[in-house]
């Protein structure tokens, strides 16, 4: 398997040239020269491991060989607290939800970090390579990625979030690991902020010259076709014959590995993106402009985002994969804050792709409304995309993507429901550790000037 970039699509990367990389040297975000296919049928019968691992494989082989990458799979989900790892509900007639958060920090985002970083031990454990992990968050990355690379002598972890604007639980999970190669730094500054000097910093060649630079964020494709396991799953446990998910969306990662299921041959009829009051998708495949607005403080953090890195990778498949009409368009976009996508693109989207957007008086009540009609209680990321499963119709398979554990937004929930949730022990206890935290500016150069201070 070969990989290109969205802003050079002559480029021809193996799956270990790009899996430390963040963006190709155009600014580009990788995908594969041609898309694999999965027989439905040869996963039929298979647990989560096993279909991650016919799934996954594919895009990473010759590389890793398939019986080292089922290793690091099964170490992957051994520890996930549930036994089927992402367990399906049923809720009403053709209405699911797949809970994805039994990983260690109770986010959906465990499912590819957790993957990640045991990939990153086996490609590193015969090497003297050293890395530094850098990445930003909207609140649920950072404490994924700090828990799969806390502790581990090769790897330096710096993770930008944007400063008093995650939840308390969110930000304890990161800021409380004592571990020596975590640096956690709060930018006085949005997500869409941190995520900008991230990027900038990936193509610095100074900074490059210093540390092997390593991208944690979902613009990792490693992260990508983690993460396209679930849905293959998901569909092997509802056993019909076609399937729609609804998607709460912030940097287009996880709606994009929905899209990639269907690229490899998974029946899939619509793919519902949710968008809170930060609605630039729904704005942007809707009326085709894209515009940056003002990011809005809502009760579902991690989806405050303007500019969705990952979006560029559907852009490119929806232009046929026209590297250069991406790189101007993406140019225009970042330059001037907007820019009218043609008829053709939008039109290309549409074809897959419906979008909503759930205000935060909606998200409250969905919360207050699924926990008395089903007794089924939801963080305000999953209430966003129930609000739409609870406007479905009845004919149709539709499953609703359950992102994170309702614990990590207590203020959220009481001011739905009254009460606070039930806490797990492991995040009880991180009310009473000391947190580890640099509070910085919105300033590359400060964030710069810290990475090599501290690696």
């Not at 494709?221 to 993460?227: D, G, L, S, V, Y």
């Not at 085709?288 to 979006?311: A, C, E, H, L, R």
Request: glycine fraction near 4%; charged fraction near 20%.
């Amino acid at each position: 398997m070969q990989y290109l970039s969205t802003r050079n699509n002559k480029l021809k990367e193996s799956f270990l040239n790009i899996l430390f990389q963040g963006l190709s040297k155009e600014g580009g975000l990788f995908l594969p020269s041609v898309w694999p296919s999965i027989s439905i049928k040869d996963i039929k019968d298979k647990n989560y491991q096993e279909i991650a691992c016919a799934v996954i494989n594919p895009f990473i082989q010759d590389d890793i060989s398939e019986n080292d990458l089922r290793l690091i799979i099964n170490k992957t989900y051994q520890n996930f607290n549930h036994k089927s790892v992402a367990p399906l509900i049923n809720i009403e007639k053709n209405k699911y939800i797949l809970e994805l958060f039994y990983g260690p920090t109770f986010a959906f985002k465990d499912y590819a970090l957790q993957f990640l970083g045991n990939l990153f031990s086996h490609v590193l454990q015969n090497t003297n390579k050293k890395i530094t992990v850098l990445g930003a968050t909207s609140g649920d990355t950072g404490s994924a990625a700090i828990n799969a690379f806390k502790g581990k002598d090769d790897v330096q972890v710096f993770i930008l979030h944007p400063y008093q604007k995650v939840s308390e639980v969110q930000r304890r999970q990161m800021t409380t690991v004592a571990e020596k190669n975590i640096h956690n730094i709060a930018l006085k500054g949005t997500f869409d902020d941190c995520q900008k000097i991230v990027k900038q910093l990936f193509l610095d060649s100074g900074l490059q010259s210093k540390t092997s630079l390593t991208a944690v964020n979902s613009i990792n494709w490693a992260r990508i076709i983690a993460q396209t396991v679930y849905y293959f799953w998901a569909y092997i446990q509802l056993g019909k014959e076609k399937v729609n998910f609804i998607v709460p969306s912030g940097n287009f990662g996880n709606i994009f590995s929905a899209r990639v299921a269907k690229y490899m041959g998974l029946p899939i009829d619509r793919l519902h993106i949710v968008t809170n009051e930060n609605d630039i998708l729904h704005r942007t495949i809707s009326e085709g402009k894209m515009k940056i607005d003002i990011v809005k403080k809502t009760y579902s953090p991690s989806m405050d985002i303007q500019i969705s890195s990952n979006f560029e990778r559907q852009l490119f498949e929806s232009a046929n994969r026209d590297s250069d009409l991406i790189k101007k368009t993406m140019q225009s976009f970042l330059e001037t804050g907007e820019h009218i996508l043609t008829n053709s693109i939008v039109e290309d989207m549409k074809l897959i792709y419906n979008t909503h957007t759930v205000s935060n008086l909606q998200t409250l009540e969905t919360i207050r409304k699924f926990k008395e009609k089903f007794n089924y209680l939801a963080d305000p990321h999953t209430a966003t995309g129930l609000n739409v499963l609870d406007k479905m119709d009845n004919e149709n398979s539709t499953i609703g993507l359950a992102c994170a554990h309702p614990a990590k937004f207590g203020e959220a929930i009481k001011e739905a429901t009254g009460n606070l949730p039930n806490f797990p022990s492991e995040l009880k206890n991180i009310f009473d550790k000391e947190e580890k935290i640099i509070i910085l500016n919105n300033n590359i150069q400060d964030i710069k000037n810290h990475i090599i201070n501290n690696i």
